[in-house]
């Protein structure tokens, strides 16, 4: 399968420009996307663009990866309806070391590869140019009309936030730039991205052909949202980052595990290097025996492999089956307090639990049961559970040697319903 198959199969191809897919097919190609370094981590939306990048490179074509040091420090207003906060240089700096080595883990930089992924920071060219050249090298080949057209700034001057400051009105030319140095320097012929980029990407385009009489290629990808129209990569705790140190592997997992099944099918094709009929094998399961929830599994499965590696994902897999009734006596405090942060808790005093309290007393004072006649009747009926354990005898008394870590008690009334007690 070619690149270009591929990626429509994968509903993957919004909008490309003419020929691109002959041209794929019949050359091999250097193909670049830019990453804004607005944070040192990426996060699941720059899933896409990676995975993107990945495909190329395994197709037999060379990818680069740019990093935008210079852009950076100006912001793009493409899909934003207010300014960016501009970062500092040093922040920008320290946001590149950290998505330098992100991409690493999905690309193939080997110097001896023939078709090695490349990293390059704009601010290679960008910082050194003078204004007074860039806009006599540059910015005589655009129209204010044919800037005013781009949606990203149309759309921006219709905001209520102030409309678009003339920095990041430039940030088109800068981007355009991009492309025609990277031409020049690795005869790159094609730009990505999201489809929210079209007017950058052709912009680029055009002052190539100006500058060089010479015709290049687009393509952008659908922006990836669920089926409410929420954009991909958010959370009800904030953004899912990719970096474990901001989001962690069991987080990561969780995150693809609660895919919807009207949304799941499309992302198994996005984010996954799993074939047609794997897919599409999966989409009749989740079609037949939605509640086995399997196409979810192997998207959560697949992604945190490949950005968190095997054993972090198998560290995350046993950590969701804590929430299933799994064991948990096992595990550190830290792994207790992400798996049920979002259930609720209580806090109990250290000294109470050395000399034991009994488990009737602490099923009322977490709100298991309102009362002692209650909490005895659901305990004599199985209904609860310390540590994921069945209590059977009222009269237990429940001691600091059931503290996890010495800091955390799982109690749970029924299949789900569970509340986390804090040692302190």
Same mark, same amino acid.
């Given at each position: 399968?070619?690149?270009?198959?591929? %990626?429509?199969?994968?509903?993957?191809?919004?909008?490309?420009?003419?020929?691109?897919?002959?041209?794929?097919?019949?050359?091999?190609?250097?193909?670049?996307?830019?990453?804004?370094? #607005?944070?040192?981590?990426?996060?699941?939306?720059?899933?896409? @663009?990676? =995975?993107?990048?990945? /495909?190329?490179?395994?197709?037999?074509?060379? @990818?680069?990866?740019?990093?935008?040091?210079?852009?950076?420090?100006?912001?793009? +207003?493409?899909?934003? #309806?207010?300014?960016?906060?501009?970062?500092?240089?040093?922040?920008?700096?320290?946001?590149?070391?950290?998505?330098?080595?992100?991409?690493?883990?999905?690309?193939?930089?080997? +110097?001896?590869?023939?078709?090695?992924?490349? %990293?390059?920071?704009?601010?290679?060219?960008?910082?050194?140019?003078? =204004?007074?050249?860039?806009?006599?090298?540059? *910015?005589?080949?655009?129209?204010?009309?044919? =800037?005013?057209?781009?949606?990203?700034?149309? /759309?921006?001057?219709?905001?209520?936030?102030?409309?678009?400051?003339?920095?990041?009105?430039?940030? =088109?030319?800068?981007?355009?730039?991009?492309?025609?140095?990277?031409?020049?320097?690795?005869?790159?012929?094609?730009?990505?991205?999201?489809?929210?980029?079209?007017?950058?990407?052709?912009?680029?385009?055009?002052?190539?052909?100006?500058?060089?009489?010479?015709?290049?290629?687009?393509?952008?990808? +659908?922006?990836?949202?669920?089926?409410?129209?929420?954009?991909?990569?958010?959370?009800?705790?904030?953004?899912?980052?990719?970096?474990?140190?901001?989001?962690?592997?069991?987080?990561?997992?969780?995150?693809?595990?609660?895919?919807?099944?009207?949304?799941?099918?499309?992302?198994?094709?996005?984010?996954?290097?799993?074939?047609?009929?794997?897919?599409?094998?999966?989409?009749?399961?989740?079609? *037949?025996? @939605?509640?086995?929830?399997?196409?979810?599994?192997?998207?959560?499965?697949?992604?945190?492999?490949?950005?968190?590696?095997?054993?972090?994902?198998?560290?995350?897999?046993?950590?969701?089956?804590?929430?299933?009734?799994?064991?948990?006596?096992?595990?550190?405090?830290?792994?207790?307090?992400? %798996?049920?942060?979002?259930?609720?808790? #209580? #806090?109990?005093? /250290?000294?109470?639990?050395?000399?034991?309290?009994?488990?009737?007393?602490?099923?009322?004072?977490?709100?298991?049961?309102?009362?002692?006649?209650?909490?005895?009747?659901?305990?004599?009926?199985?209904?609860?559970?310390?540590?994921?354990?069945?209590?059977?005898? +009222?009269?237990?008394?429940?001691?600091?040697?059931?503290? %996890?870590?010495?800091?955390?008690?799982?109690? /749970?009334?029924?299949?789900?319903?569970?509340?986390?007690?804090?040692?302190?």
């Amino acid at each position: 399968m070619s690149f270009a198959e591929e %990626i429509k199969w994968r509903d993957l191809w919004h909008t490309g420009s003419d020929g691109l897919e002959e041209y794929t097919d019949t050359n091999k190609i250097t193909a670049y996307i830019g990453f804004d370094p #607005t944070a040192d981590s990426l996060h699941a939306g720059n899933f896409l @663009p990676i =995975m993107l990048l990945v /495909r190329l490179q395994r197709a037999g074509h060379t @990818p680069i990866a740019i990093v935008g040091g210079g852009t950076g420090l100006i912001g793009d +207003p493409s899909g934003r #309806t207010s300014e960016r906060q501009l970062l500092t240089k040093e922040a920008t700096d320290a946001n590149l070391q950290g998505i330098k080595s992100q991409l690493d883990r999905f690309l193939d930089f080997s +110097p001896g590869t023939s078709n090695a992924a490349k %990293i390059v920071n704009n601010a290679d060219w960008l910082v050194p140019v003078g =204004m007074v050249d860039f806009m006599r090298d540059v *910015g005589k080949h655009f129209s204010i009309n044919y =800037m005013l057209a781009k949606d990203s700034v149309d /759309r921006r001057l219709g905001a209520d936030e102030g409309g678009i400051s003339y920095t990041e009105f430039s940030y =088109m030319l800068l981007q355009a730039y991009d492309y025609l140095q990277l031409h020049r320097r690795f005869n790159c012929t094609l730009q990505m991205g999201a489809s929210d980029q079209w007017g950058n990407i052709t912009a680029g385009m055009d002052l190539i052909r100006k500058v060089t009489g010479k015709h290049v290629h687009g393509l952008v990808s +659908p922006l990836v949202t669920n089926s409410a129209g929420v954009k991909f990569g958010k959370s009800v705790s904030g953004a899912v980052w990719l970096d474990r140190n901001r989001t962690s592997p069991y987080k990561f997992y969780q995150f693809f595990l609660n895919s919807p099944d009207s949304d799941v099918v499309k992302y198994l094709k996005y984010f996954t290097l799993l074939s047609r009929d794997e897919i599409s094998a999966l989409e009749a399961r989740v079609a *037949g025996a @939605p509640e086995a929830r399997e196409a979810q599994k192997k998207l959560a499965g697949e992604c945190t492999r490949m950005v968190h590696g095997e054993s972090a994902l198998a560290a995350a897999i046993e950590a969701s089956k804590a929430l299933f009734g799994g064991d948990v006596t096992a595990m550190s405090a830290a792994d207790i307090a992400e %798996i049920f942060a979002e259930v609720p808790s #209580t #806090t109990v005093a /250290r000294d109470r639990l050395q000399t034991g309290v009994g488990a009737l007393d602490l099923m009322i004072e977490t709100g298991i049961a309102p009362s002692k006649g209650e909490a005895r009747r659901l305990i004599e009926n199985g209904g609860f559970y310390l540590n994921n354990r069945r209590v059977g005898d +009222p009269k237990l008394q429940v001691g600091l040697s059931e503290a %996890i870590d010495g800091k955390f008690l799982v109690l /749970r009334k029924g299949a789900k319903a569970y509340t986390l007690v804090q040692v302190a």
